[in-house]
């Protein structure tokens, strides 16, 4: 999460360059060693190694809005991946050496079934869906992806959450071998959600984009979706999940907490503390936009937040 004035951002930064550069000049610039663009759960580490895995069949979601997508490249190549790097292009030059394959998600805590799921379980949990959502990040700078997964709810109910779980933790994968070791975050990176809000039927359960299986940078090979909430709400490489009765520590809350509070709710009417967040620049354009409350997602959501101060519950 680069942080900066929307005001001081220049063109060239908000928009991505891999939009306008030749693919096999990027390749030159990045190395031989590392994947620029989509990565299979092979995690191989060469951009010629594979194509992306295609996801089928899909399902159409009446949860999916009808705005333009952003371009495939802008969306995998413009990412905030700390562990991979604080620019913008650094996660889809380096997160090619993760290896995705095997991979585990354990999902404890206050449940009565606590179990552990492998990638090929969790797809059999219920049809993939693609769900086209806004995604507006606490930079002021927003997309429009093609996501493909299932209700997050879906695999909570395979664990019956006890009566006392009050709130999900989600913990991100770490390895310092390939990962930074600078101590920019707290690592592993955690998120958290309140357990209605993991279990409202917006919240998605990821694994893919664009019809074809998440690249690294993009969180892979499984991540959630929290359209109404700052994009650094939905944790990326999930290997766990837990409930709890209280509120869980998270990464941002933890590190500047005056800034990034639990709630993240996108909320044009409470400004960061050195930007406004009444306005967005959408990736592959130049112009401003208004941002909506709650994403543009209020409708569906805004119940959730009855009765609750939204400026000092931010």
Not at 1 to 25: H, Q
Not at 114 to 124: C, G, V
């Amino acid at each position: 999460m680069l942080i900066k004035r929307p005001d001081d951002i220049v063109a060239s930064e908000i928009t991505p360059r891999a939009l306008f550069e030749d693919r096999r000049r990027f390749l030159l610039k990045a190395g031989a060693g590392v994947i620029a663009g989509a990565a299979v759960w092979s995690g191989l580490p060469s951009p010629a190694a594979a194509a992306p895995m295609k996801l089928s069949p899909l399902q159409t979601s009446p949860f999916s809005i009808k705005e333009e997508k952003t371009p495939y490249k802008a969306v995998t190549s413009y990412n905030n991946y700390y562990e991979f790097g604080t620019g913008k292009e650094d996660p889809a030059q380096n997160a090619g050496i993760m290896k995705v394959q095997p991979w585990t998600v354990r999902v404890e805590g206050l449940v009565g079934k606590p179990r552990t799921f492998d990638i090929d379980a969790l797809l059999k949990l219920a049809p993939l869906e693609e769900r086209i959502y806004r995604l507006r990040c606490v930079e002021a700078w927003s997309m429009v992806v093609p996501w493909v997964g299932f209700p997050l709810a879906t695999l909570l109910k395979q664990v019956d959450p006890l009566g006392s779980a009050k709130f999900v933790e989600f913990v991100t994968h770490y390895d310092p071998e390939i990962m930074t070791r600078r101590r920019i975050l707290d690592w592993p990176y955690t998120e958290g959600l309140r357990l209605d809000e993991a279990m409202h039927p917006l919240t998605l359960l990821t694994v893919g984009l664009y019809g074809e299986v998440l690249p690294n940078q993009n969180g892979a090979p499984v991540r959630i979706v929290v359209p109404w909430k700052y994009g650094f709400k939905s944790a990326k490489s999930i290997v766990a999940i837990r409930l709890h009765e209280t509120q869980p520590a998270t990464a941002w809350n933890k590190s500047a907490p005056h800034e990034y509070g639990f709630y993240s709710n996108v909320n044009p009417e409470v400004d960061h503390p050195r930007w406004s967040q009444s306005s967005e620049r959408r990736i592959g354009e130049f112009r401003k936009r208004p941002t909506l409350m709650f994403n543009g997602y209020a409708d569906q959501v805004a119940s959730l937040y009855q009765g609750m101060d939204l400026r000092k519950q931010f």
